[in-house]
C-alpha cells in the first residue's frame, strides 16, 4: 500500500517534468539511458549494467536502463555534447581526456605516468582527492561523477616493434585529444596526432599513423591488431574512467532516488575497477595465446618519466593545480 503510495508520489514528479530523456513514463516508471563504445563483454559496459541494477534494486520506482552499446551513439567526446546539453542520454563512461573541451583540468586525473602503480591508483581513487576535479566539471559542463571505473593499463600498440626509447623517436601514433596527451607524447619524442577513436583502425591501416596507444580490453575490442600487432609495455597510464551522469538529467529525479543513483555509481564504479583491472593481463595473455599480437618489454621506461615529469609539472601550475597533483603523488 505504501509502496504503491510512495510509487504514485514519483510517478506524479517524474511526469511533471519536462522529459527525462527517451522521455519516458511507458511500461516502466521511467527510462535512462546511457552510452557505451562498447558490447556487453567490455568492462565499461558491465559496470553501466550493473549501475542500472543497482538502482533498481535499492528503488521502488521500476527503471528502464536503456544502454545503447557498440558505438550506437557515437563516441566518448559526441556522448560529451550529448550530456552537456541534456539530449539523447543521460549517463556513459567518458575518458578525462574526451571531457577536457568543457573542463581542461579533468584530464590531470589519468595523464600518462601520474600513477606509480594499482595500488597508488586505487589508493587515489578510494580518497576525496579528486574532489576539485569534479567541482569543475560540474561547474563549467553540468556534468556530475557519480563514480569511478577503469583500471586497464595502457601500453603502446603499433605496427612495428618497438622496444626502446630510440625506437620511439619520430613514432607516428594516434593520442586522445586533450592537449596534455600530445604534450606528453612529444616529450618522450614521439610524433603524436589527435585522431578519433573510430577513425584509429584506418589510419593505422593507411599508414596515416602507426599506432596508437590502448589498454587491453579495448585492444581487443576493437580488434587493433589487425593492422597493430605489436604491443609494448610502457604501461604508462592506468586508466580513470568517471561515470558521467548529466547533471539536467540528475536533477529531474526524485530526491530519494537521486541519493540512491549516487550511492549506484559509487558501487558499479568499484565493482568495474575490480573487474578491468583483473581480467587486463588476461586479456593481454589471451591475445598473445592467439597469436594476434606480440608482446615486447620496454626497456626505458624509468627514462620517459623522467622526461614527462616537467611536462606534467608545467600542465599543472598553467592550470593553478599544483597542490593537486603534489596531493596524488604524495598518496
Ligand atoms: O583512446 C581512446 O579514445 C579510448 O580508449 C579506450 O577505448 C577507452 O579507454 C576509452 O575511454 C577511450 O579513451
Redesign the pocket.
Known sequence: MFKAIKKKLICAAIASCATLLGSGVNAADMTLRGAS?FDNEHAYSKTLIKFGELVNEASDTDIAFDLRGNSELGI?PDYVNFLTKGVAIDYA???P??LARFAPSLPLMDMPFVFRDLAHWNAVLSSDVLKPLEEELLDKADLMIIGYAGG?TRNLISANAISNIDELTGHKMRV?GAPIQARVFQAIKAAPSAIA?SEVYNAIQTGVVDG?E??SA?LLQ?KFFEVAPHVTLTQHSI?V?PIVMSGKSFRKLPEELQQIVLQAGKEAGAYGRELESSEDALKLEEMKSAGQIEVHEFADRDKLLELVTPVQDAYAEELGAQELLEAIRAM
Open positions: 563504445l566518448e563512461i567518458i575518458a581526456s574526451n586497464g586522445m577513436y596508437l590502448n589498454e579495448s576493437y586508466t574512467r
